[in-house]
């Protein structure tokens, strides 16, 4: 017996042999008899989220039920594509009335942990033409705001996870090491590379390389890409990668913000976990910059008179855009796609997709406090708010 | 008496005159002393929802009731502009407790109809200067997986309807031959044209012609524009017409990607019908990539290394976006609007607004499986994902 | 005792001292120790919006009790920023089963109002360098359609409020007097200006002057800045800022819609409030071009056939995009920024952010009824819908 089929056996003993979790047994055996599987597809998540539902997954009626029953597709082509993410699928069963984040060590020790402000400052290149990057795939309780602590999933204990700056033909040598019994995976936008390879996911103490060179400057989106996306997601698990342009741009001042939504189920041990059910529901209860509903509302980010100001915005959703806009200024520069092309000029708001990066430039040529904000404001009523200080 | 009026006089033999059922009536009679009538306008559809709403239209406390009440708004310039779908809303009022697309021959053999890939590449050029399509507006369920058959209301029988193929200054001579009870029509977001007459009703067995030639090149979508135009494009009657630039675009594999949402009503012989309180409600059960979740997970479109490969996305919505990414790649070229003109380079994720198509390129130089999702992974997680196999 | 603590101590006397409004009472007292405010920022108005909810605000549960529970955030550097909002928290309070706009005159006499089409025409520029606004933020009852009115939160008693026109380079010299018992503000987006200043809460019966000169052309958002933000904006008190760039666009009928969403609680007095709970909960009841349903559809926009027409859209919001599309034409152009520039070609739809503003231009050269509409279905069928006739 194979090591993944001892873990699969005694995930089975933990579960009564139901019928539709029997059939998802037989089909995630199947899997196994693949030698390579694909991290990122969807089917097989369907099953587990129908099993852990208290009406089962015959129903139609509710849009939480419905969602990726599909996972018995009868495809005409064989063997089905499929994830590898059997044991998160069974770490969601196994908690079944609540499919959360709540899962071992994210909420050990919750009501001690500090809370710490997320730091925007782009970190500088690290001046070789290789860079080294090893993350590794925890759970921890982190501390958004004096009274809110999340059942993370994280990389590096923190949401986001750290900042990432590299540049235009560079190397990336990433290493991730899961420290944790689900399965995670790091899929980075700023690759072009096989993900069935190297975004596969990584089991418990077991660690994955990969390395890229990023051909397009930009914003761009980090993230665990072990299905189901949108709970690891949704969970912690994203951040950011800056990709700078060979050619130095104008010098400026330059943040990074990444846009992301909670969703919370009950408290577990003072913890909050992130729920899937309302992911699945897309009403968000916190939406913030780097993790913390109002962070930069009462410790702003501060800038002089005459600075260039440059925000590497990335919405991580994992749901909805990140409208952005700074009160009482104007973007001269906006980049669609890759600085230092592909601008538009003179803009109030302008949508970074859920998903996406794009970068916001401004001069502060006048001095105040200007708040900047996700303007749909259902989203940033709750806690997409920060205050630029433009000071003399 | 008129052929329309001996319909509405059988309408009303079927319905109880309560109130709100005969001021629609009268309102409806009134509609049809105009000789032309706008087929995409919404007052109208308003007083039928409230009248087959168990609670009457009187309250504003949900949304659903609250849209369309505004039919009787007192404009102060004389005749309302209005719909000529007192026929679909008569429908609508007769499945009154449902207000689904379970209508008519929408749901006869479910059970035994087969699933079937929708192919998705780009048809050629049908070399002529002028084209002439002939659909039929019909009734069908249509499988979208193994478990999952729609009570689709379609274009040719099919969610989405046939892929048009045609080039800017060419000629499409279209007609619409409507077999079905419920008055449907055609709108095309490729032609410029009156759409009072163009785009207007046609009642069963009655076909009808107009001729456009595209001004400009991109993804446009198709779909009905009968009131409520939710309800008929949330059905089914959506699909893709790509129209091609003159001078010919650099070589590539082409593909046509329609992202739709399903909202589903109680099982009806075996078919999920469409729901227009669910529609209205804007949570989706499905999101997919031309008809069938997760489709090209499980038979994948494949092309070969080197290859440039061209998506012409559109998304019908009826009412999110589509965040299109590729996991694993980046797009080299976006076109925000009329292609070969109007593109951004260097791109993870660039949203299609409802309604809205946009054409996206990359090359594919790295063998792979690259996942194409919506990156609104609410969305995606719902079946908006795909596989792209590059291959030596 | 200073006039504010004043206020503050009858606010008291109106609440029981239960526990979480005496901590908001205590932290409300310490901003009001800083000698400037910051009109914008959010916090402050959770716990109101906490204490007003019947289960009060410890749970995480619902979205609704979940936001702005960060109020509390413990940060470490000191005095947190906040709002001045102190006294439309209090009245929220008092309205506490119902947190709507159905405050003081925004109700009265709404049986007798009368509805007016809002004239979507661009005004002409004032003539000279300099151009004084006087604007009165009042609460009234519109009437939106025969059967609806909105107690409306407004600027000069419309929603919108009047249509601004001015040119870049040219000075707009501002002055709110509010006229209620609740603050407001302006925030201008076409001003970069400091907002903690300028956009500044004003008190009833008194007056507030700022001055600005627009460097970027475009359709600009104004709004109410006061907290909560997503209360006022979607309680009507927002309208455009057309800014023309200093050398003259093409000729062409210039027209301004704005986009917004009506969140309605129950009627009181015959007028339908806006509910901050619905807000939060983004599903709306009605989505409007310039604050009436479908009232271009009664009562179209009429052009000649061959004019170029120009649409400056404004997204004011609160939370949805507007995805412009016009039925049967296709836009030439659409400046995604500062026009004459930033221009893509070609286009069926095009979505403007939630707090955004984009320029759409066609040249009407085929007559016939062309519908404009947002093209997410599920938001246009609400109401957002208009016609543009094109007559010889």
New interface residues.
């Given amino acids: 017996m194979s090591e993944i089929d001892a873990q699969l056996s005694s995930e089975v003993a933990e579960q009564p042999a139901a019928g539709p979790v029997q059939n998802e047994l037989e089909s995630r055996r199947a899997f196994l008899t693949r030698t390579s599987l ?1 991290s ?4 097989g ?1 369907g099953a587990a989220l129908a099993a852990c539902s208290p009406t089962g997954g015959a129903s ?2 509710s ?1 939480e039920q ?5 996972t ?6 064989g063997q ?2 499929n994830s590898d993410s059997r044991l998160d699928s069974a770490v969601l069963k196994r908690e079944h009335r609540a499919a959360t984040s709540a899962t071992g060590s994210a909420t050990q020790g919750a009501a001690a942990v500090a ?1 710490h ?1 997320f730091a925007p400052e782009l970190p500088p290149l690290s001046g070789g033409a290789t860079q080294q990057i090893h993350f590794h795939a925890r759970e921890a309780p982190v501390r ?5 602590v999340v059942a993370a999933w994280t990389f590096e204990g923190d949401v986001p996870g750290p900042i990432v700056h590299t540049r235009v033909g560079d190397t990336v040598e990433f290493t991730l090491t899961n420290d944790v019994d689900i399965p995670h995976s790091m ?1 980075f ?11 596969k996911s990584v089991l418990k103490n077991e660690s994955h390389t990969f390395t890229f060179k990023p ?4 914003a ?2 980090y993230h665990c ?1 072990t299905a ?3 709970m690891h ?2 969970s912690g698990m994203f951040g950011a990668i800056i990709v700078s342009p060979r050619e130095p741009m104008p010098p400026a001042k330059d943040f990074v913000l990444v846009q992301n939504e909670f969703y ?1 189920g ?2 577990v041990n003072g913890a ?1 976990p992130s729920s899937f059910q309302k ?8 939406v913030c910059f780097n993790g ?4 930069y ?4 980010i501060r800038v002089k008179v005459g600075d260039r100001v440059r925000f590497w915005v990335v919405s991580a ?5 990140c ?1 952005f ?1 700074i ?4 973007f ?1 520069t ?1 980049y ?3 600085p230092p ?2 601008a ?8 970074v ?5 794009m970068v916001y430039e401004l001069v502060c ?7 900047f ?1 996700n ?9 997409a ?1 920060g ?1 630029l200080v433009v000071e003399h």
């Fill in positions: 694909l990122l597809a969807i089917p998540v139609h009626d849009a419905r969602v990726g029953s599909t018995d597709t009868g495809a005409q082509g089905p594509h809370y402000r958004i705001d004096a009274s809110t899929d936008h700023a690759a072009q590379i096989d993900p069935k390879e190297a975004f051909r397009h400057a930009g761009f989106l890409g189901p996306v949108l997601l949704g919370f009950d408290a909050h992911m699945l529901g897309m009403l968000p209860d916190l913390r509903p109002n962070q509302v009462n410790e702003p959703g994992p749901s909805h855009p409208n806009h009160v009482g200024e104007q001269d906006v669609l796609g890759a092309g592909n538009i000029r003179g803009v109030q708001t302008f949508s997709a859920p998903g996406g990066g040529d006048v001095p105040g406090e200007f708040p904000v303007h749909g404001f259902g989203h940033g009523q709750r806690g708010i205050l």
